[in-house]
């Protein structure tokens, strides 16, 4: 069966400084993958997605970047935190043969 | 682009009482639905989802929902709620076969009352 391992749980981080958040899957190839960002009473607000090796798309320009150096590896990154990219990033995956997406556990983000 | 409408921000209810939370949607074609729950500090679960054939659709934890094309709507049911079912709740749209992610309401926060 198919798992999404997404660390570290929690986090908290100076302003300023890097972030590097991790998200792996399992028991599936070529998946489809996702960033998503969630803010209190503003929903799920999609980040990035990927549906290949290298291959990054941006929903929303902001100071975050994402990478995908192996087929079920997805990293989130910034160079420099700020204190609006506090949230909760939640990391999904799909097969890309239907929309139905699989939620990692989230890590909970604070810049302080 | 296609959007979702969850319109109650918060729902309390009694234990045992019957739910319904409301979700509407905006997309020209025919959509993908998906209803998702989340517990505090948690990712999302799959409670059921809808792509075509039966309007009414069974899922997890007692929970179904119904797509209606008329209202533009896809409403999340269950007959007798227990206190284990307090969390968000959240509607989403997807285009159906596409890489490009789902798109969420911002959720129903579901209370419920002993």
């Known amino acids: 069966s198919q798992t999404i391992h997404q660390w570290p749980a929690t986090l908290v981080q100076p302003v300023g400084s890097p972030l590097s958040l991790e998200c792996t899957v399992e028991g599936t190839s070529n998946p489809n993958l996702y960033w998503y960002r969630q803010a209190a009473g503003r929903g799920l607000q999609l980040l990035f997605y990927s549906v290949g090796i290298g291959q990054i798309s941006s929903e929303v320009p902001q100071n975050l970047s994402a990478s995908r150096p192996q087929d079920r590896q997805f990293i989130l990154s910034s160079k420099k935190l700020l204190l609006s990219d506090s949230g909760f990033y939640l990391c999904?995956?799909?097969?890309?043969?239907?929309?139905?997406?699989?939620f990692g556990q989230g890590t909970r983000l604070t810049v302080v | 682009a296609q959007s979702v409408t969850q319109p109650d921000i918060h729902i309390t209810v009694s234990e045992g009482a019957s739910l319904e939370l409301r979700c509407n949607y905006s997309?020209?074609?025919?959509?993908?639905l998906f209803w998702y729950v989340q517990s505090p500090g948690q990712g999302l679960q799959l409670l059921l989802k809808?792509?075509?054939?039966?309007?009414l659709v069974q899922g997890i934890k007692g929970f179904e929902a119904e797509f209606k094309r008329s209202q533009s709507s896809f409403n999340l049911r269950k007959p007798s709620v227990h206190w284990s079912d307090a969390a968000e709740y959240f509607c989403a749209v997807g285009t159906g076969g596409g890489a490009d992610g789902l798109t969420f309401g911002k959720g129903t926060h579901l209370i419920i009352q002993p």
């Open positions: 809808y792509f075509s054939g039966d309007t």
């Open positions: 999904a995956w799909s097969d890309g043969m239907n929309t139905e997406a699989f």
């Open positions: 997309y020209g074609a025919t959509p993908y």
